[in-house]
T-cell receptor
Framework: GQNIDQPTEMTATEGAIVQINCTYQTSGFNGLFWYQQHAGEAPTFLSYNVLDGLEEKGRFSSFLSRSKGYSYLLLKELQMKDSASYLCAVMDSNYQLIWGAGTKLIIKP | SAVISQKPSRDICQRGTSLTIQCQVD?????MFWYRQQPGQSLTLIAT?????????ESGFVIDKFPISRPNLTFSTLTVSNMSPEDSSIYLC????????????FGPGTRLLVL
């Protein structure tokens, strides 16, 4: 079966760095997405990785290792507004998105 | 990207009734998707709606319960039929803008509570 694993919840301190991991087992691979979802709002697109390596976009970076079925989202200089759920999703060989359950990130002052 | 609106933003409905949710996009898009997200859960794809063809439903979802229309490239509706409390959820429309096959953009969601 297809499976996306990410931690249920993480806590970090304002100004610090946090890494949210995602491991996946899917039938084929056509890219991995990270979305941010604030409570009561729709998910918003953060990043897309299809090749191995690190993609940096401001305070957020996303890493992919296809051989290991592994990705992480790195958030630097954490701000209170970064408190949200972070969803990992993989596009399989049928170009269908397989969604993880999301990681709830709590930022403390 | 694309700007997506949904109506209604929220509703409270009685068991056995039906609700139609509208999704409007500010540009023409080939692929539109309908998702359900129950509290504290991730997204579950209900169906994919392409203009000019029947919607494709995922396992566990059927057309009689969730009929979908896609009359043009900027609009779609999802109807939740014969509702029960188990249908209480957030329903999200998303689009994959034409010409960029991968990224999906989401509407604000419709929060449905069935009593």
């Amino acid at each position: 079966g297809q499976n996306i694993d990410q931690p249920t919840e993480m806590t970090a301190t304002e100004g610090a760095i946090v890494q949210i991991n995602c491991t996946y087992q899917t039938s084929g691979f056509n890219g991995l997405f990270w979305y941010q979802q604030h409570a009561g709002e729709a998910p918003t697109f953060l990043s897309y990785n299809v090749l191995d390596g690190l993609e940096e976009k401001g305070r957020f970076s996303s890493f992919l290792s296809r051989s290991k079925g592994y990705s992480y989202l790195l958030l630097k200089e954490l701000q209170m507004k970064d408190s949200a759920s972070y969803l990992c999703a993989v596009m399989d060989s049928n170009y269908q998105l397989i969604w993880g359950a999301g990681t709830k990130l709590i930022i403390k002052p | 990207s694309a700007v997506i609106s949904q109506k209604p933003s929220r509703d409270i409905c009685q068991r056995g009734t039906s609700l139609t949710i509208q999704c409007q996009v500010d540009s023409q898009v080939t692929m539109m998707f309908w998702y359900r997200q129950q509290p504290g859960q991730s997204l579950t794809l209900i169906a994919t709606a392409n203009q000019g063809s029947e919607a494709t439903y995922e396992s566990g979802f059927v057309i009689d319960k969730f009929p979908i229309s896609r009359p043009n490239l900027t609009f779609s509706t999802l109807t939740v039929s014969n509702m029960s409390p188990e249908d209480s959820s957030i329903y999200l429309c998303s689009v994959e803008p034409s010409g960029y096959q991968e990224t999906q953009y989401f509407g604000p969601g419709t929060r449905l509570l069935v009593l």
